[in-house]
T-cell receptor
């Protein structure tokens, strides 16, 4: 089954404790992206990647890092999480041509205390 | 900067009604427009994708139209059912592909039995 898999689904952590949210897709997609969704603000793009070893900033990249060492994986790293990073995070992928739709994972709800 | 607006923010209709959801965008130089559905606690599911050269796309009871020159898209849902209850989001990508996808904040639809 074609899917985007994020882990974990729920995560509670404390300020400053480094964490990684994993994202994997099995569709051989070129393009992958991370978004955060906050009430009243909607979905905002954090980082995206057009291919292996190619990443670029979205609209809200501060406080986040990503890497794309393999085509299928695109982890989101929070080196020193802060409470304002409490949010619902989504990973997404597409074939990158603009012709195919964007496929989303089921989300990771992060709480930073 | 591209801005996407969806009005109304919420809509409640009786089962069986035909309905229209609206999406407007400020910059008409888009590559494509997608309509998504989001169920509570879940990721987004792509419903329809319209390329900038297209006027409409249809899938089952759903029909999406695009008027680039006026910066508008509509999602028409025929014979609505309680299972259609969800939040519907539209998103536009600028010239070049899906790298910089800008989302509206969505319309929360409730279809009452």
């Amino acid at each position: 089954e074609a899917q985007v898999t994020q882990n974990p689904r729920y995560l509670i952590t404390v300020t400053g404790k480094k964490l990684t949210v994993t994202c994997s897709q099995n569709m051989n997609h070129e393009y992958m992206s991370w978004y955060r969704q906050d009430p009243g603000l909607g979905l905002r793009q954090i980082y995206y990647s057009m291919n292996v070893e190619v990443t670029d900033k979205g609209d809200v990249p501060e406080g986040y890092k990503v890497s794309r060492k393999e085509k299928r994986n695109f982890p989101l790293i929070l080196e020193s999480p802060s409470p304002n990073q409490t949010s619902l995070y989504f990973c997404a992928s597409s074939d990158g041509t603009g012709v195919g739709p964007l496929h989303f994972g089921n989300g990771t709800r992060l709480t930073v205390t | 900067k591209q801005e996407v607006t969806q009005i109304p923010a919420a809509l409640s209709v009786p089962e069986g009604e035909n309905l229209v959801l609206n999406c407007s965008f400020t910059d008409s130089a888009i590559y494509n427009l997608q309509w998504f559905r989001q169920d509570p606690g879940k990721g987004l599911t792509s419903l329809l994708l319209i390329q900038s050269s297209q006027r409409e796309q249809t899938s089952g009871r759903l029909n999406a139209s695009l008027d680039k020159s006026s910066g508008r898209s509509t999602l028409y849902i025929a014979a609505s059912q309680p299972g259609d209850s969800a939040t519907y989001l539209c998103a536009v990508s600028d010239q070049g592909g899906s790298e910089k996808l800008v989302f509206g904040k969505g319309t929360k639809l409730t279809v009452n039995p």
